[in-house]
Every structure is written in structure tokens, then in C-alpha cells.
């Protein structure tokens, strides 16, 4: 298989500043990003792996450049694509488009403030993937909370009501629900090389399911702070964790 893993990261951020720069447990999270891709490449040598970076961050583009253990290539963002509510969609068809003289079989995006992340994760979403009824195939967890038994939104009549309508008195009635955890996604090449005019979530997704505690991604201070003491405990559970954590170490010269 031909896999394009497309990484985005545009400079600044209004939530969390800078947050594609910050390190984690004295570690640039970019370099957990790579570490998985580098996992994954190392158990799947049949595999042909192409990286590229699409950013405007001239730090990001250097401490990439920093490291020796993978090559990556960089796709410059776009003006037009680096807006607050561009969606990321957009900026992964771009990058795959601007990236001549490969053709994969698959286009994987991986978040660079989702760190929480296995080489399994990523094997899960290509097997999941494979099976070719799908456009996208994104990581989830099951979610703690329904949006047809214990969710609420603000009704057209100022009250609060269940998200989705329904009559079941117990959590476990209701049809099962998954939290997309902004770690993985998998997409077709003809899905990005369609026209593509309405969320991704309107398309043929399939999903692949990884374990609750690895939900988080960093938008904040609080989340960034929650993730290095959750990394810290899990890579002491974890093995698949502990493993990317490792790799990424040697990323630093």
C-alpha cells in the first residue's frame, strides 16, 4: 500500500498559542506525530510511506527539519486556507493535490495535538480503511455521555432538551455513540479529488475505536496540562504508548 500521512499545522493559534509548538514531557509533540509514523513504517516495511508537512510556521518547518530520523516533505498553507474556521478538509485536499509525483493509496492525517496515539491506532484505521465502502475513516472513543438520553441543547422555546428526540429512561436504550477524538483520519483519494461541499460527517464514514482515555486533544492550557499527566500514568499501562514515547526521544539531536 501507498500511504501519503499528511500532518497540518498552521502558526499561531487563538485558543492555545502556539500550541503546535510546545513540548510534552520535554518532547516537541510534532516528534510524537513522527514517531508513530515511524512505528508504523518499521512493522509495515511492504508499505511505501511518503510525509508531508502543510504549514506557514517557519519554527515548525525548523524543529521538523531538526530531526534525522524521517524525511518530510513541506507544503506551504495557503492564505485562503489559514483562517480560524477553514475546515481541515480543505487544507488535507490541498496538500495532497500540491504533492506531485506520488500516488497513494491512501491519504492519513494525523493531528499534531493528539499525542495520546499507538501504531495500532493507526494500523486499526488502515484495516478499517481496506475494506473499500468508505471516504473516511477517522479514530473515535465510546462516549461517557448520549445525545438521546443525557445530552441537552437550548430548544427553540429557551429549555433544555435531549439533543436527539427520544423516550428511553436508561443510557444503555440508547443507541451507542462515539466521540470523534481528532487523532486519525483516513481518506479515499477519489473522495479528495471530488468536490466536497458539505461536513466530512455527511459522507460514507466508518470508524475505527480507541481506547477512552486517549480522547484528549490539546486546545488549551488545561488540556495540555491534563495530557502530559495522562501520558506520564498511561506509558506506565501502555506499552503501544510507552513505545511511540520512546522513538520520539530520538527524534531530539
Avoid at 468536490?195 to 490539546?218: A, E, H
Amino acid at each position: 500500500m501507498r500511504i501519503l500521512f499528511t500532518i497540518c499545522g498552521r502558526a499561531g493559534s487563538k485558543g492555545f498559542k502556539n500550541k503546535n509548538l510546545k513540548e510534552m514531557r520535554r518532547i516537541p509533540l510534532i516528534f510524537y506525530t513522527l514517531a508513530a509514523i515511524k512505528g508504523y513504517n518499521l512493522k509495515h516495511p511492504e508499505d511505501e510511506v511518503k510525509i508531508v508537512v502543510n504549514t506557514d510556521s517557519n519554527p515548525l518547518i525548523s524543529l521538523i527539519k531538526s530531526q534525522k530520523e524521517l524525511q518530510v516533505e513541506f507544503v506551504e498553507r495557503k492564505e485562503e486556507l489559514a483562517g480560524d474556521i477553514v475546515p481541515k478538509v480543505s487544507v488535507i485536499k490541498d496538500t495532497y493535490l500540491s504533492y506531485k509525483g506520488f500516488a497513494p493509496n491512501v491519504v492519513i492525517d494525523l493531528d499534531i495535538t493528539s499525542p495520546l496515539r499507538r501504531v495500532i491506532d493507526i494500523e486499526k484505521v488502515i484495516e478499517e480503511y481496506r475494506k473499500g465502502i468508505y471516504d473516511i475513516v477517522f479514530s473515535v472513543v465510546e462516549a461517557r455521555r448520549s445525545p438521546y438520553f443525557n445530552m441537552v441543547e437550548n430548544k427553540s422555546d429557551g429549555y433544555y432538551r435531549k439533543i436527539c428526540t427520544s423516550s428511553y429512561t436508561a443510557r444503555q436504550q440508547a443507541p451507542k455513540s462515539y466521540e470523534l477524538n481528532a487523532s486519525i483520519y483516513a481518506y479515499s483519494t477519489d473522495f479528495l479529488n471530488s468536490n466536497i461541499d458539505r461536513t466530512i460527517l455527511d459522507y460514507k464514514c466508518g470508524i475505527s475505536v480507541m481506547q477512552d482515555y486517549l480522547v484528549l486533544d490539546i486546545d488549551s492550557e488545561e488540556d495540555f496540562q491534563m495530557i502530559q499527566y495522562l501520558h506520564e500514568y498511561y506509558c506506565t499501562k501502555d506499552e503501544g504508548l510507552l513505545k511511540v514515547f520512546e522513538t520520539a526521544k530520538r527524534f531530539i539531536v
